[in-house]
């Protein structure tokens, strides 16, 4: 049937000009129908996302009329093999009986099959059940009866130990032999030479052993009514075993037996009890020791200290720590001895000496005195190092650092109170020497020996107190980074009081921003020191105090010293770029005295106006004074000694500048005014002689006021050109001094500048 299907059935007459009836579009696919796993819902699903459900449907119908089709045609055409199948289709029935009774009968075998085969399944569960059951009830009864036997093994194994405890202390044979008689074993060891204080820390050590598998078994059948009820025989034997292995432990650790000290702690470890040796070993031997260095009751009284200093108690503890508990270190830390869980360092020794100073010197951990402080903690890292050494390997160093002991000792130490009192130290002293009224010269041989190359108490209260944050007694590593920007917060500070300094100075009021009367009543040789000592302070912090710096850092990372350098070379660079503001400073201070004199040539218009004095061929006396408060600055004591080559003609040509700039605006408007008061006279005078008639007679050889003015300006800049020469400053590369020239110069004379 499938062969007859999947022919194509011919086209009929209609089909020779149209699509054949098998054309469908690209998205129909009726080859998809005849896979075995097709499934009619998702493929509509997917169909509807792109096609519409009307043109689906109607291709659907479309399709199954072509598949009748399709069949009629195919019945059509093979329409008597058909009616020849029906034919030969004769006695079915009676062939059908005959199949159908072999058929029924192998039913019945079958389903009597698996019904056996359910039953011996069923019994065959209920015998694996029952078998497991009664293992597991086995292995519960061999638990209890294990469990009884190292019960009864453990109390009879601690009969066998000594009644006295105290009596350990004396090994002698007649104990030896008074045990003998109920324990062989320890006969035995006696005659091997071993002495009662070994064979009982080995006695023990079984014991811890065999509790340990005891609290193995009671872990898996806690619960059981037989375990509930030898509750007491194994409290009992665990005190018991505590007891003893406590007292064999003290024996063992005041005779320094180091068999019997190696049996007790592996019994220990067997019981998971290390924290009772490592108490035992802290009260017995450690705190004996610590109480004979650091004196204090029991309840925490102080009964007598030379102090809250711990440096020389530190000493006498590692001595004693050398001489007295160094075995003990020595034989927990055997290779491959299973001892490492062991932690003496910590929870017998740290412990102790923490709680002697808790208690004896409580003020060892006050931050408030921090000189002491810093001492102790410092003290206080040596000490741990020390006690790292003891540690076998890196492993145990780091389990030694997280112990809760060493979490708790370095929480005593408040290192975050103790940098807010060095900051309030160093920076409460800048920033009182910066709120002082005025500038405070210091002489040499006054000065500290470091800072005696400064000369403003500003400016060496300032280095003393970055020093003082890379001190020895000052510094921490710890906080390097907070100390770090405590130095460069001190050198905004300081920037920042000189800058607020020279702005309100330039405003000419203090009143906005206190602080800053000293700029205002300062005077430019007071500006002489800053400007000295700005540029040594820029050289010391870019040069010596930066390699201290980096030398103290030096197991930092690269990285870290590049951004140290950086910062810190930064933080100088920045005094450095306030120089130009100072030096204005200055400059104003002396061209404002200058300018007194310079308007005294306002008298040469009254001078001149209305007079019948002739030309001028000398200079005014007042140009002399002009430059005389700069020769005078120059010249000073401050200026000679504190300024450099480079700054004086920084200053001096500055200076010039800004004095020419300043006469050449007088003399232009001066000259300005002259020449329009001329112009308005002339016109009045010129129409006064046309309303009476007479004729001009102005001669050519006349000079007017005007002219006279300019000659004498004239000849006064020429001079003031040879006193700038004297001072070492060309006139003529002066721009204001050429417009100068140009504004009085006669006009023969004004292409050239010559003085």
Avoid at 162 to 191: C, F, R, Y
Avoid at 437 to 442: D, E, G, I, N, Y
Wanted: aromatic content about 8%.
């Amino acid at each position: 049937m499938v062969d007859l299907i999947s022919t194509t059935p011919p086209k009929s007459a209609t089909d020779l000009f149209s699509d054949p009836l098998d054309s469908h579009p690209l998205w129909f696919k009726p080859t998809l129908f005849l896979s075995p796993d097709f499934d009619s819902e998702p493929y509509i699903s997917e169909l509807r996302t792109f096609v519409p459900f009307d043109t689906l449907r109607s291709e659907l119908q479309s399709h199954l009329s072509s598949l009748n089709h399709e069949l009629i045609d195919l019945i059509n055409r093979d329409y008597t093999d058909f009616v020849n199948l029906s034919t030969k289709l004769v006695d079915v029935d009676a062939a059908v009986v005959r199949m159908r009774a072999p058929l029924l009968e192998l039913r019945e075998k079958i389903q009597g099959f698996r019904t056996a085969v359910e039953n011996l399944l069923v019994a065959l569960r209920n015998g694996l059940r029952q078998r497991s059951e009664a293992a597991a009830a086995r292995e519960v009864l061999e638990l209890l009866l294990d469990t009884f036997h190292v019960v009864s093994k453990v109390e009879k194994l601690i009969k066998e130990l000594p009644s006295v405890p105290s009596d350990w202390s004396n090994g002698d044979m007649n104990l030896i032999e008074k045990n003998a008689l109920s324990n062989g074993t320890s006969l035995q060891h006696a005659e091997n030479g071993t002495n009662l204080r070994e064979t009982q820390s080995m006695l023990l050590e079984r014991i811890a052993s065999e509790m340990n598998r005891l609290k193995f078994y009671i872990a898996h059948a806690q619960n059981l009514p037989f375990i509930q009820n030898m509750e007491k025989r194994i409290q009992s034997a665990s005190l018991l075993l505590d007891g003893s292995l406590g007292h064999c432990f003290v024996d063992g650790l005041e005779n320094r037996d180091a068999n019997t000290i190696y049996n007790c702690l592996r019994a220990y470890a067997a019981v998971d009890n290390t924290g009772s040796a490592e108490e035992i070993f802290r009260t017995t031997i450690v705190a004996l020791l610590i109480q004979k260095i650091i004196p204090h009751k029991l309840s925490g009284v102080v009964v007598g200290s030379s102090g809250d200093e711990l440096e020389d108690d530190y000493k006498q503890i590692k001595d004693c720590i050398e001489k007295d508990c160094k075995f003990l270190l020595e034989i927990s830390s055997t290779e491959n001895s299973g001892l490492h869980v062991f932690d003496f360092l910590a929870n017998s020794i740290l412990k102790e000496v923490l709680s002697a100073i808790q208690k004896g010197k409580p003020g060892a951990f006050s931050p408030g005195r921090p000189t002491e402080f810093l001492k102790n903690y410092k003290s206080s890292l040596d000490f741990l190092a020390h006690l790292e050494g003891y540690c076998p390997s890196g492993a145990a160093v780091v389990k030694f650092r997280a112990e809760p002991v060493y979490v708790e000792f370095m929480k005593q130490w408040n290192i975050g109170v103790y940098f807010s009192l060095r900051f309030q130290e160093i920076a409460g002293s800048l920033d009182s020497a910066l709120t002082l009224p005025s500038l405070v010269p210091v002489h040499s041989s006054h000065s500290d020996e470091n800072s005696q190359d400064l000369t403003l108490k500003q400016s060496i209260t300032l280095l003393e107190s970055l020093r003082s944050c890379w001190t020895e007694d000052v510094l921490l590593i710890s906080c390097s980074d907070k100390f770090l920007r405590l130095s460069l917060q001190l050198l905004s500070r300081y920037a920042s009081w000189l800058s607020f300094g020279l702005a309100a100075r330039k405003k000419g009021s203090a009143s906005s921003n206190a602080g800053c009367e000293w700029a205002i009543s300062a005077s430019p040789d007071d500006f002489v020191y800053i400007i000295h000592d700005i540029n040594w302070l820029a050289k010391e912090i870019c040069g010596d105090y930066l390699e201290g710096v980096l030398k103290l850092l030096s197991t930092c990372s690269t990285e870290v010293l590049d951004l140290v350098k950086k910062s810190i070379s930064q933080a100088g660079k920045s005094l450095s770029d306030s120089l130009p503001s100072v030096i204005n400073t200055i400059i104003e201070a002396v061209v404002d005295k200058s300018v007194e004199d310079l308007r005294q040539l306002k008298g040469i218009t009254a001078t001149y106006r209305m007079t019948n004095k002739p030309l001028p061929v000398r200079h005014s006396p007042y140009v002399a004074g002009i430059l005389r408060p700069l020769k005078a600055f120059l010249d000073g004591e401050q200026a000679t000694t504190y300024l450099t080559n480079d700054a004086k003609n920084n200053l001096l040509f500055g200076a010039a500048t800004e004095i020419t700039g300043r006469y050449y605006e007088l003399a232009a408007d001066l000259v300005s005014v002259a020449r329009k008061t001329e112009s308005s006279l002339q016109r009045i005078r010129q129409g006064a002689q046309r309303r009476a008639g007479a004729s001009s007679d102005v001669s050519d050889n006349n000079v007017s006021d005007t002219d006279k003015i300019c000659m004498q300006l004239f000849l006064d800049i020429q001079e003031y050109g040879r006193n700038l020469a004297a001072l070492g400053v060309e006139a003529a590369n002066i721009p204001a001094y050429r417009s100068l020239w140009q504004c009085v110069a006669p006009p023969d004379r004004q292409s050239v500048v010559n003085y």
